[in-house]
């Protein structure tokens, strides 16, 4: 079965940085385009940027490019968002996401984890 399990979110302050990580199991991980998407508070949830299987063909959403850097170590088989400069707008659930496996609409999605910028 396959799994994806978030981690690194949490409390920071405003100008901190996180970075988060995305494990995945079940399936051959290198093989797959991996996403990371956000929902804040009240919002739908949105892109944040993608990367293909082998660490290339990478793409952010607008406004995510700088501030936010998407990789992948394919070795340990986890995929991770470096976030800098973290601002309040910022405040959101993050899901890893493969597009490619699943039985939901859009692929399978982790659960979630929890990213408040607050001071």
């Known amino acids: 079965q396959v799994h994806l399990v978030e981690s690194g979110g949490g409390l920071v302050q405003p100008g901190g940085s996180l970075r988060l990580s995305c494990t995945g199991s079940?399936?051959?991980?290198?093989?797959?385009?991996m996403a990371w998407h956000r929902q804040r508070p009240g919002q739908k949830r949105e892109l944040v940027a993608n990367?293909?299987?082998?660490?290339?063909?990478?793409n952010y959403a607008y406004g995510m490019a700088g501030r936010f850097t998407i990789s992948r170590d394919n070795d340990k088989e986890i995929l991770y968002l470096q976030m800098h400069n973290l601002e309040p707008d910022d405040t959101a659930v993050y899901f890893c996401?493969?597009?490619?496996?699943?039985?939901?609409?859009?692929?399978?999605w982790g659960q979630g984890t929890q990213v408040t910028v607050s001071s």
């Open positions: 996401n493969v597009p490619d496996l699943g039985y939901e609409r859009g692929g399978l």
């Open positions: 990367i293909g299987g082998a660490g290339g063909a990478i």
């Open positions: 079940g399936f051959v991980f290198d093989h797959y385009r």
